[in-house]
């Protein structure tokens, strides 16, 4: 456990370091500091004003940027190492492969996390300095949301990045990946699938399989509880899912998609041939 966590903190290191770090920081900093600019807190939409409505564009806007940010700063991370030949420098050394493995892990979630998360305590921080009503529920809901996701997307960018021989490869595979997922957002294939007559319980079900379309689903349970944006998906999804129980799906599916990921990049990462 000790050269686990030396292992997490020196990943954490390099990567506060880091150019894309500072991208990174700066683009979700930037999106709550524009957001306030742009008065989205006095704005009102379904209801929803003050630091609800700044939530819910919030959430909106990290489907789209947190996922691909992850994967591609996420595979270079092993690939990366094989190319600069720091595995030789590591079988040198009284650590195990599980311990850097998971270090590595472990410390890149918490440099993707990070920033994301003080984002929105900083958007919670001014909204009590202007004295508006805080929705802690909501607030812990989309923070579960946004942990899983993060989680599940750094599993998977670990396994891409195992398999890689090279961060150009793993580059490239992380942007096949993160296309493939986004044709399935917002069910948009539910349409052919339905038109060749899968039935749709099943055509939901395998849209569902994507965590993006999970992720975002969840979020707009918060703030729809009947879906009707959705349409008739929403009754196959509510049918089977009462809002807190999809809820707790969106947060758990991601972290077991994400942890079974990781664990089979170890294994492969184990089996194969480091240099």
């Given at each position: 456990?000790?050269?686990?966590?030396?292992?997490?903190?020196?990943?954490?290191?390099?990567?506060?370091?880091?150019?894309?770090?500072?991208?990174?920081?700066?683009v979700f900093g930037g999106i709550v500091v524009l957001l306030f600019v742009f008065g989205i807190t006095e704005s009102r939409i379904m209801?929803?004003?003050?630091?609800?409505?700044?939530?819910?564009?919030?959430?909106?806007?990290?489907?789209?940027?947190?996922?691909?940010?992850?994967?591609?700063?996420?595979?270079?991370?092993?690939?990366?190492?094989?190319?600069?030949?720091?595995?030789?420098y590591l079988l040198s050394l009284p650590i195990s492969l599980s311990a850097w493995f998971w270090g590595r892990f472990?410390?890149?979630?918490?440099?993707?996390?990070?920033?994301?998360?003080?984002?929105?305590?900083?958007?919670?921080?001014?909204?009590?300095i202007k004295g508006a009503d805080i929705p802690w529920v909501l607030f812990a809901s989309y923070t579960g949301l946004?942990?899983?996701?993060?989680?599940?997307?750094?599993?998977?960018?670990?396994l891409i990045s195992t398999l890689a021989r090279s961060s150009?490869?793993?580059?490239?595979?992380a942007f096949v990946v993160w296309l493939t997922l986004l044709l399935f957002l917002d069910l948009i294939l539910l349409g052919i699938m339905i038109r060749e007559g899968l039935p749709?319980?099943?055509?939901?079900?395998?849209?569902?399989?994507?965590p993006l379309q999970v992720f975002r689903t969840a979020a707009m349970v918060l703030f729809d509880p009947q879906l009707v944006i959705l349409g008739p998906s929403a009754y196959i999804i509510l049918d089977n899912?009462?809002?807190?129980?999809?809820?707790?799906?969106?947060?758990?599916?991601?972290?077991?998609?994400?942890?079974?990921?990781?664990?089979i990049g170890y294994y492969l990462f184990k089996k194969g041939d480091l240099p």
């Amino acid at each position: 456990m000790k050269h686990l966590w030396l292992t997490a903190w020196a990943d954490i290191i390099e990567s506060l370091r880091a150019k894309w770090f500072i991208v990174y920081s700066g683009v979700f900093g930037g999106i709550v500091v524009l957001l306030f600019v742009f008065g989205i807190t006095e704005s009102r939409i379904m209801g929803f004003t003050g630091l609800t409505r700044l939530l819910i564009t919030y959430i909106q806007l990290t489907i789209a940027i947190l996922p691909v940010f992850v994967l591609i700063t996420t595979v270079r991370s092993v690939a990366g190492d094989r190319e600069a030949g720091v595995f030789e420098y590591l079988l040198s050394l009284p650590i195990s492969l599980s311990a850097w493995f998971w270090g590595r892990f472990l410390g890149r979630f918490i440099v993707v996390f990070l920033p994301v998360f003080l984002a929105m305590i900083g958007a919670v921080i001014w909204t009590a300095i202007k004295g508006a009503d805080i929705p802690w529920v909501l607030f812990a809901s989309y923070t579960g949301l946004l942990l899983a996701v993060a989680w599940c997307f750094l599993g998977i960018g670990m396994l891409i990045s195992t398999l890689a021989r090279s961060s150009d490869v793993a580059q490239g595979l992380a942007f096949v990946v993160w296309l493939t997922l986004l044709l399935f957002l917002d069910l948009i294939l539910l349409g052919i699938m339905i038109r060749e007559g899968l039935p749709s319980e099943t055509a939901v079900a395998i849209s569902l399989i994507n965590p993006l379309q999970v992720f975002r689903t969840a979020a707009m349970v918060l703030f729809d509880p009947q879906l009707v944006i959705l349409g008739p998906s929403a009754y196959i999804i509510l049918d089977n899912f009462s809002e807190a129980g999809y809820i707790l799906w969106a947060i758990a599916y991601p972290v077991l998609l994400g942890t079974f990921c990781a664990s089979i990049g170890y294994y492969l990462f184990k089996k194969g041939d480091l240099p």
